[in-house]
């Protein structure tokens, strides 16, 4: 657990000579830091284990939605009709809710925005993985249905603005361009180096190749890319096996704190201490009496590290 700076101030019985206030001032700050990062950690991790079973269901189109798609007479230019009672509306549900508690507890914009974006990239990993691992969900019709679901995702992020936000339309780019490969015609048509560029730019050779391969048209009947792509593509896939690249097609979960203590330094306002009002249970110790002259009266300046540090000297020794 933390232990708490009091021990590195002088005048205990430990025997630890006084130091300059500035050290515990810099040691309570990291462990002030390392205690926000423990906390924005298990809140990130709470999120995606309720957001898992939802994300489930967002992978493949119901099945009722999948007949209908088949029985469509729609050309294959046609736009894709809203789905009725579409699974992604709990997604959007979950955001709602998520950004209403955040905000209704005054959490900063600036972990709000970090937390939101870290989600996004959940999603991310989370629908790229399972299109890769599941062949029925490597259809025209699926492709659709995801990809619709992805328009709903990003009338959120809009709606939300970068504030809050941030990057989170980006975290998508993997789903977003293995479902734009998914729906787009004329795949036999493409050459390797055009869906490498235009398609699918964040996607590797190998992940390309895996859904190609993988990809049938429930819808209309279409076929893949061509023999000559998919040869391309194996050649490419064999030599990075050679060159004992990862021959994993999988994306990995980012488990890293995405902010450092300068970060927050930076982003986080000065919070002007003469609004807040103070305990009343301070008004019985001397060493608090400077921060209740600085509400009551006001300094023509704020309390400092230093007037903290020699309060809490004079608290443990009384």
Not at 50 to 63: F, H, N, V
Not at 88 to 95: A, G, Q, S, V
């Amino acid at each position: 657990g933390l232990k708490s700076p009091l021990k590195y101030i002088g005048g205990f019985d430990n025997g630890i000579s006084h130091v300059e206030a500035r050290y515990p001032a810099i040691l309570f700050k990291q462990q002030l830091t390392a205690c926000v990062e423990k906390i924005f950690g298990l809140i990130r991790d709470n999120l995606k284990k309720e957001l898992s079973p939802l994300l489930s269901l967002c992978i493949q189109a119901p099945k009722a939605a999948r007949v209908h798609a088949g029985k469509s007479s729609r050309s294959p230019g046609g736009v894709p009709q809203q789905l009725p009672n579409s699974q992604w509306d709990n997604i959007i549900k979950f955001l709602d809710s998520l950004m209403s508690q955040l905000r209704g507890n005054h959490v900063p914009s600036f972990f709000i925005r970090k937390l939101i974006t870290q989600v996004f990239s959940f999603i991310n990993i989370s629908l790229f993985n399972s299109l890769l691992l599941r062949r029925e969900c490597c259809t025209f019709s699926n492709g659709e249905y995801v990809k619709s679901g992805l328009a709903e995702l990003e009338k959120w992020i809009v709606s939300v603005t970068d504030e809050f936000a941030g990057t989170s339309w980006h975290e998508l780019n993997y789903i977003r361009q293995a479902v734009g490969f998914l729906v787009i015609h004329q795949k036999r048509k493409k050459s390797l180096a055009e869906i490498r560029q235009d398609l699918c730019p964040a996607l590797t050779v190998r992940q390309i190749y895996r859904i190609s391969t993988m990809y049938w048209d429930d819808k209309y009947g279409t076929q893949s890319v061509s023999n000559e792509v998919v040869a391309q593509m194996r050649e490419n896939v064999d030599k990075d096996n050679q060159n004992l690249t990862s021959n994993s097609f999988l994306l990995d979960d980012d488990l890293s704190i995405p902010f450092s203590t300068e970060d927050i330094d930076i982003a986080i306002p000065a919070i002007d201490t003469s609004d807040i009002e103070l305990p009343t249970f301070l008004s019985e110790y001397p060493c608090a009496q400077f921060l209740l002259q600085h509400q009551n009266v006001g300094y023509s300046r704020k309390p400092e590290w230093t007037d903290l540090i020699k309060a809490l000297e004079v608290f443990k020794s009384s």
